[in-house]
């Protein structure tokens, strides 16, 4: 159901960053990158120490016109973002918490292969299939 | 041949090294060139499809050389093609200049097989030939679908099934190793276009003639059940299957390649049941040289339980996944369904007794290795051997040596024609423990059946001892003397078999324990510390022998430690020895070939490890020189 999907380090620099229409890459690119501002101020708001799923969900972050971005962050600081159309029957709450559930699982898988340096682009081809998966759904 | 191939590639000149122009001549010849040099677009197309490249870079390459311009093959676009293939294969984008420099030759499974190994009964079935190429072409239930690989419309089917190639004997040696090298999977995918002939890039291509015989014999050899020969051609083949052998899947862990995984399962990490952690298998499979993208993209195939850590079946997946990709086969999507740990494990029954075969195979190893000379390959020859020993090794532990002993020379001369060692794995556990060169390599040349003939007095002496020692258990200590008589003695009881095979197995023991003892001078170290010393080497497996090869160790060094002992010592196992020597002689000469060839290997790798650390050396002095100099700079800075 997204039509942009992207993985942040804590760094702030992306990991990992695909959107569906790829001619609209730069304007999604811009807005993840902006939201990261909002994941900040939200960040800090929540400062609670809290390790609950609710507390890596950080909810709708930034809705515009014509979509909205959802963000997430894991306890190592790594941020994901998933910018959605607003046009889509609007996805529920739940719905986009388990794309994020899922999307940080296959995160960990990611890690957890020991080729894999933390701070490099994320070149998994499992990573990109539940991606593909997550995207796909759009259309 | 002329260097045609600047004709037939646009004026771009390409030269030809010796061994190319060998090779692509007795290709070319191969492909029956009519009387104006246009060669059989048949023939053409076969090879092609025997380089297992993609359809598209076929096409490419057909296109680049010249040929589709022209609509045929003429020398020069032949010669042109073949070159684009080598790039191919070794990975350039096909493109002229991808050939101006030095390139390996390029591999055509089958076709230097077939020329490899000279059948006499050449020129027909495609039986005879494909052996290789065999399980996939031979038979004629190959749908045209099946060649989508050039778009030379007579390429159909039949084509390999035709080939019956004039051996000719122009191919130049290089190639067939390199044939030689690959796992013949047979292909039975009818959807797939690829001859799912596994075929190992050879690194050393212009590699020692002497590999020529050698090679042919280990590299293809799979599994010898498997039913991929059950195709039309698997007749012809089963002849040959000596020499070669199939899997139906590439994806199939045959059994002696299991064995090798869990060798260097073990090598890591011990226990079997236990996970190797990431970053261990990470080093120990960033080795094998392949990109980290790949090998990244092995682990998340194989590590299925996504813990950061394999098991051991996860570790021959992903060890079979490597090996694969090393012979050139692309790796998949998916985990095929025989390399899940699932099945993994079911054919995996074998794996506790493995621990068992282990150690026999490790003696059959040292055993072997030294009897059929292949020092580098002690190890990779143990899977080999271990399907057969697996009902042995529960003898006697005493026995076990001397029951195996006389099956092993049977084995050996069938093994030495099924040699197919596609993975060399670089020779010996010292190289996996301390280093690792490449994981399936081409096997080291096979040394020559030939012994060298030197026998050494101190190997008899050695030999002596060790026969007494076997055999009349851990006697105390004693001064040379007294053991000398009980040793011919019970030399001369052994019968036959036993006897040999206890040299035999003592023999290689030996032939270390005293490389070692020469080397450290006699040092009163022990038991124990020979034991430490051969450790590194296969011959650590020894040790698992039980006590056989620890006593005559312990009994020779107490007798050295005993300053007086060893020049009594010395005469008296002259003495001695002239009475053996007549004895068996042909046994002892093997022997002591055997064992020093041990040595030579053994020095061989500790030379070569040397100079890596000396190397690694020199490169932590430069960094301390660097670094010192830095310092300098800052002190001053900071004084002021």
């Known amino acids: 159901m997204a039509v942009c999907i992207a993985v942040i380090a804590k760094e702030n620099y992306p990991l990992y960053i695909r959107s569906v229409p790829t001619q609209g890459e730069l304007k999604f690119h811009y807005t993840v990158h902006t939201s990261l501002d909002v994941v900040e101020e939200k960040i800090s708001g929540v400062g609670k120490a809290l390790a609950d799923q609710r507390e890596l969900y950080l909810g709708l972050l930034y809705p515009t016109e014509d979509y909205k971005v959802y963000g997430y962050m894991t306890n190592s600081k790594v941020k994901f973002v998933i910018v959605v159309d607003s046009s889509n ?51 | 041949m002329d260097q045609g191939s600047a004709a037939g590639t646009g004026g771009t000149l390409i030269s030809l090294s010796d061994s190319e122009q060998r090779c692509y001549s007795g290709l070319y010849a191969l492909c029956q060139p009519d009387s104006s040099g246009k060669l059989a677009a048949g023939k053409v197309a076969e090879l092609f499809r025997a380089s297992q490249l993609p359809a598209e870079t076929l096409h490419q390459v057909t296109e680049v050389c010249g040929a589709k311009r022209l609509g045929y093959f003429g020398c020069g676009q032949f010669y042109g093609a073949l070159k ?56 004629a239930p190959r749908p045209p679908a ?104 590439p994806w199939r862990i045959t059994e002696e390649q299991r064995e090798y995984y869990t060798i260097q399962f073990r090598s890591l990490q011990p226990d079997l049941s236990a996970l190797i952690m990431g970053t261990v298998a990470k ?21 299925v339980d996504k813990d950061g850590a394999l098991t051991f079946p996860e570790f021959c997946t992903a060890f079979h996944l490597i090996v694969a990709r090393k012979n050139g086969y692309p790796l998949p999507e998916t985990l095929p369904a025989t390399l899940r740990p699932g099945f993994v494990e079911a054919a995996v029954v074998t794996a506790p007794p493995s621990e068992k075969i282990g150690s026999v195979d490790l003696q059959m190893t040292s055993r072997q290795g030294v009897t059929t000379k292949q020092e580098a390959r002690d190890e990779s020859r143990k899977p080999e051997f271990s399907p057969k020993r697996i009902p042995e090794p529960h003898e006697k532990p005493t026995q076990h040596v001397s029951t195996l002993k006389p099956d092993s020379p049977q084995e050996l001369d069938a093994n030495m024609k099924s040699r197919t060692r596609p993975r060399s794995y670089s020779s010996t556990s010292i190289d996996d423990a301390m280093k690792k060169v490449e994981e399936p390599p081409t096997p080291p040349p096979r040394p020559q059946k030939t012994h060298s003939r030197a026998s050494s007095l101190d190997l008899n002496k050695l030999f002596q001892q060790s026969g007494q020692g076997a ?88 007798p050295e430690s005993q300053s007086a002992t060893p020049p009594s010592a010395t005469p008296y196992s002259a003495a001695t020895l002239t009475k053996s020597t007549q004895r068996p002689p042909p046994k ?32 932590v002095h430069r960094e301390r020189v660097t670094l010192e100099s830095q310092l300098e700079l800052l002190r001053p800075v900071a004084s002021t």
Not at chain 1, 120 to 138: E, G, H, L, R, Y
Not at chain 2, 106 to 114: A, L, W, Y
Not at chain 2, 600 to 615: G, I, K, P, Y
């Open chain 2, 146 to 249: 099946d060649r989508p690989v050039l778009r030379h419309p007579d390429t159909s089917m039949d084509k390999q099934e035709v080939w019956s190639p004039p051996q000719s004997p122009g191919i130049s040696p290089p190639r067939s190793p390199s044939a030689y090298r690959s796992y013949p999977y047979g292909a039975q995918r009818n959807g797939t276009d690829t001859l799912l002939v596994y075929e190992a890039k050879v690194p050393g291509l212009p590699s020692v003639p002497q590999e020529n015989s050698s090679p042919s014999h280990y590299s293809l050899r799979l599994q010898p059940e498997q039913p991929v020969i059950t195709r039309v051609a698997s007749v012809e083949r089963l002849v040959e299957r000596v020499e070669v052998d199939y899997s139906d899947d």
């Open chain 2, 283 to 303: 080093n120990f499979f960033t080795k094998s040289k392949l990109p980290i993208l790949e090998l990244s993209h092995i682990w998340e195939l194989s590590d």
């Open chain 2, 471 to 558: 055999k009349s258990g851990w006697l105390p200590p004693p001064p040379a003397l007294p053991p000398r008589p009980p040793a011919t003695q019970i030399f001369s009881f052994i019968p036959g078999s036993e006897k040999s095979s206890q040299k035999v197995v003592q023999q290689p023991n030996f032939a270390d324990f005293s490389k070692f003892r020469e080397e450290q001078e006699t040092s009163v170290r022990g038991g124990l510390s020979t034991e430490d010393l051969t450790p590194p080497k296969l011959d650590s497996t020894v040790v698992h022998q039980g006590h056989a090869p620890q006593k005559p160790v312990r009994r020779k060094i107490h």
């Open chain 1, 89 to 139: 029957t609007s996805l529920r709450d739940n719905e986009i918490r388990s794309m994020f559930r899922k999307l940080h699982n296959s995160f960990t898988d990611v890690m957890c292969n020991p080729f894999y340096n933390p701070g490099d682009p994320i070149q998994s081809k499992a990573f990109d299939s539940i991606v593909s998966t997550m995207m796909v759904q759009a259309f």
């Open chain 2, 588 to 619: 002892q000469k093997r022997e002591i070939q055997m064992a020093i060839r041990k040595n030579r290997e053994t020095n061989a790798v500790l030379t070569r490890l040397n100079s890596e650390l000396q190397q690694q050396l020199k490169v």
């Open chain 2, 84 to 139: 684009l293939m080598a790039a191919a294969q070794a990975g350039l984008p096909v493109r002229l200049e991808s050939i101006a420099g030095e390139l390996p030759l390029p591999v055509f499974v089958g076709i230097t097989n077939e020329l490899e190994m000279r059948y006499p009964n050449q020129p027909l079935t495609n039986e005879s030939q494909s052996h290789i190429l065999g399980s996939v072409t031979g038979s």
